[in-house]
T-cell receptor, first 115, second 113 residues
Framework: GNSVTQMEGPVTLSEEAFLTINCTYT??????LFWYVQYPGEGLQLLLK?????DKGSNKGFEATYRKETTSFHLEKGSVQVSDSAVYFC??????????????FGQGTILTVHP | NAGVTQTPKFQVLKTGQSMTLQCAQD?????MSWYRQDPGMGLRLIHY???????DQGEVPNGYNVSRSTTEDFPLRLLSAAPSQTSVYFC????????????FGNGTRLTVT
């Protein structure tokens, strides 16, 4: 079955530091890949997505590239801010129209950014 | 626009009690789903629905029932609560077709004593 593995946290950075959160996956076919962010007390929000190999998703300064050869979708940001403190989830869905709204999530990585 | 609305936000139950977690969406999404979030385990799918009258089990369905009588509503029922069901529950919805992003509610924090 499908699975997603994220780097273990928590991750603590100073403001303006470079961020990488690793994500690797196991899936058959060509899944779509997502990063979601969860701020305290809220539900998850889509941060970015990529639907095919070599696609780069980007949003709010975050980027991730769909690497099929390494089955990875690492999240990066060049300069983090205190407001980026949150929990980040990597996720995948089956390819094509068969996802039915079902995602497989990684365990989440807690990011704390200090001023 | 409201998006996905979950009620209640917090709930405490005693072992053996039953309750229903409510979920409603106003985006006319075909797909709806329930996830539970536990520390270190990410989110796990409980049940999902691809349209009114159609539901199916996810990864962790035991102890939970669902029904979908309308497009908008997708309640989750705990028939006899157990401490292992202490968790944060999220409802989500999305469009059909090519994988679309999920829209999540703000969650229900459930404690079973």
């Amino acid at each position: 079955g499908n699975s997603v593995t994220q780097m273990e946290g928590p991750v603590t950075l100073s403001e303006e530091a470079f961020l990488t959160i690793n994500c690797t996956y196991t899936a058959t076919g060509y899944p779509s890949l997502f990063w979601y962010v969860q701020y305290p007390g809220e539900g998850l929000q889509l941060l970015l997505k990529a639907t095919k190999a070599d696609d780069k998703g980007s949003n709010k300064g975050f980027e991730a590239t769909y690497r099929k050869e390494t089955t990875s979708f690492h999240l990066e940001k060049g300069s983090v801010q205190v407001s980026d403190s949150a929990v980040y989830f990597c996720a995948l869905s089956d390819s094509g129209g068969t996802s039915y709204g079902k995602l497989t999530f990684g365990q989440g990585t807690i990011l704390t950014v200090h001023p | 626009n409201a998006g996905v609305t979950q009620t209640p936000k917090f709930q405490v139950l005693k072992t053996g009690q039953s309750m229903t977690l409510q979920c409603a969406q106003d985006m006319n999404h075909e797909y709806m789903s329930w996830y539970r979030q536990d520390p270190g385990m990410g989110l796990r799918l409980i049940h999902y629905s691809v349209g009114a009258g159609i539901t199916d089990q996810g990864e962790v369905p035991n102890g939970y029932n669902v029904s979908r009588s309308t497009t908008e509503d997708f309640p989750l029922r705990l028939l006899s609560a157990a401490p292992s069901q202490t968790s944060v529950y999220f409802c989500a919805s999305s469009r059909s077709g090519v994988p679309s992003p999920l829209h999540f509610g703000n969650g229900t924090r459930l404690t079973v004593t």
